[in-house]
C-alpha cells in the first residue's frame, strides 16, 4: 500500500515544530507502524535527510517505551495495543495519517516524536516501592494473599507507564498511572507500611510535575493499551482521604 504521512518534526524542545508531509511507497501490511517508520528513515538517511527521531525498545509492547499519538489518537486506531504492535493492517491504502509526539505540559518535546518523560520517575521516586528487605524470593506462599487481591495486584501491575493516558487525557492528568502504581503495591501485604505516605507523596510530586487533576473523562482507559481500568483512580482517592484522616 502507499500511504502519507504528516509528521511532526521539532528539531529541540526550544525551537517550533511543525507537520511535514512524506510519501511512503510499497508499505506491507504486516509491518509495525514503527517498521514503517523505519523503512522512510532509511529513505531519508540515504536522501541525506535528518532521520526522525522516536522511541522505542522491546517492540513486543512490554516496556512501554514507544508511543506516538495516530491520527489523534495515543497509540493509533487499535485497541489495548501499543504503538510498536499497531500493524500497518489497520490502514488502508491512500490513506493520510498524522502522526504526533505525545503532548502534556509535563512531557517536553526533547526532538521530533520523543518527548521527555522523566517526571513519571519521579513519581515512583516518591513513593512508587516499598521499604521491606525483600532479598531472594521468598516462597510463594510465605505470605498469604487472596486471589482476587492477587489478581488485581497483577492487573495494575501491568502498566508499562507509557504516558498514553495523559496523553488521551484533556485535563492531561497522570492519575491512571499513578492509581495503577498505588494499587499493586497497595493490595499487596508488603505495600502496606507506606501505604498513606506513598499515595500522598506521589500525588504531590504528580502535581508539582504540572500534570492536572482527574475528572473522570475516561480518555485514559480508552487509550490505555493495556485496559487499566479508571475505578483504580477512585481507589486511590479513597487511599487519598484515608491517608489525610490517619495524617498526625
Ligand atoms: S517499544 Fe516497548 S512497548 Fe512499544
Given at each position: 500500500?502507499?500511504?502519507?504521512?504528516?509528521?511532526?518534526?521539532?528539531?529541540?524542545?526550544?525551537?517550533?515544530?511543525?507537520?511535514?508531509?512524506?510519501?511512503?511507497?510499497?508499505?506491507?501490511?504486516?509491518?509495525?507502524?514503527?517498521?514503517?517508520?523505519?523503512?522512510?528513515?532509511?529513505?531519508?538517511?540515504?536522501?541525506?535527510?535528518?532521520?526522525?527521531?522516536?522511541?522505542?525498545?522491546?517492540?513486543?509492547?512490554?516496556?512501554?517505551?514507544?508511543?506516538?499519538?495516530?491520527?489523534?489518537?495515543a497509540?493509533?486506531?487499535?485497541?489495548?495495543?501499543?504503538?510498536?504492535?499497531?500493524?500497518?493492517?489497520?490502514?488502508?491504502?491512500?490513506?493520510?495519517?498524522?502522526?504526533?509526539?505525545w503532548?502534556?505540559?509535563?512531557?517536553?518535546?526533547?526532538?521530533?516524536?520523543?518527548?521527555?518523560?522523566?517526571?513519571?520517575?519521579?513519581?515512583?521516586?516518591?513513593?512508587?516501592?516499598?521499604?521491606?528487605?525483600?532479598?531472594?524470593?521468598?516462597?510463594?506462599?510465605?505470605?498469604?494473599?487472596?486471589?482476587?487481591?492477587?489478581?488485581?495486584?497483577?492487573?495494575?501491575?501491568?502498566?508499562?507507564?507509557?504516558?498514553?493516558?495523559v496523553a488521551a487525557?484533556?485535563?492531561?492528568?497522570?492519575?491512571?498511572?499513578?492509581?495503577?502504581?498505588?494499587?499493586?503495591?497497595?493490595?499487596?501485604?508488603?505495600?502496606?507500611?507506606?501505604?498513606?505516605?506513598?499515595?500522598?507523596?506521589?500525588?504531590?510530586?504528580?502535581?508539582?510535575?504540572?500534570?492536572?487533576?482527574?475528572?473522570?473523562?475516561?480518555?485514559?482507559?480508552?487509550?490505555?493499551?493495556?485496559?487499566?481500568?479508571?475505578?483504580?483512580?477512585?481507589?486511590?482517592?479513597?487511599?487519598?482521604?484515608?491517608?489525610?484522616?490517619?495524617?498526625?
Amino acid at each position: 500500500m502507499n500511504i502519507t504521512l504528516r509528521v511532526w518534526r521539532q528539531p529541540d524542545s526550544d525551537a517550533p515544530g511543525k507537520m511535514h508531509t512524506y510519501q511512503v511507497a510499497d508499505v506491507s501490511e504486516d509491518m509495525s507502524f514503527l517498521e514503517m517508520l523505519d523503512v522512510l528513515n532509511e529513505q531519508l538517511t540515504i536522501d541525506g535527510e535528518d532521520p526522525i527521531a522516536f522511541d522505542s525498545d522491546c517492540r513486543e509492547g512490554i516496556c512501554g517505551m514507544c508511543g506516538l499519538v495516530i491520527n489523534g489518537l495515543a497509540h493509533g486506531p487499535g485497541k489495548n495495543v501499543t504503538t510498536c504492535q499497531l500493524h500497518m493492517r489497520s490502514f488502508a491504502d491512500g490513506d493520510v495519517i498524522d502522526v504526533e509526539p505525545w503532548r502534556a505540559e509535563p512531557f517536553t518535546v526533547i526532538k521530533d516524536l520523543v518527548v521527555d518523560r522523566s517526571s513519571f520517575d519521579r513519581i515512583i521516586q516518591a513513593g512508587g516501592y516499598i521499604t521491606a528487605p525483600t532479598g531472594t524470593a521468598p516462597e510463594a506462599n510465605s505470605i498469604p494473599v487472596n486471589k482476587a487481591d492477587a489478581d488485581a495486584a497483577f492487573d495494575a501491575a501491568t502498566c508499562i507507564g507509557c504516558g498514553a493516558c495523559v496523553a488521551a487525557c484533556p485535563n492531561g492528568s497522570a492519575s491512571l498511572f499513578m492509581a495503577a502504581k498505588v494499587a499493586h503495591l497497595g493490595l499487596l501485604p508488603q505495600g502496606q507500611p507506606e501505604r498513606h505516605s506513598r499515595v500522598l507523596d506521589m500525588v504531590d510530586q504528580h502535581d508539582a510535575e504540572g500534570f492536572g487533576g482527574c475528572t473522570q473523562i475516561g480518555e485514559c482507559t480508552a487509550a490505555c493499551p493495556k485496559g487499566i481500568q479508571i475505578d483504580l483512580i477512585s481507589r486511590m482517592d479513597r487511599d487519598v482521604l484515608s491517608a489525610i484522616a490517619h495524617r498526625k
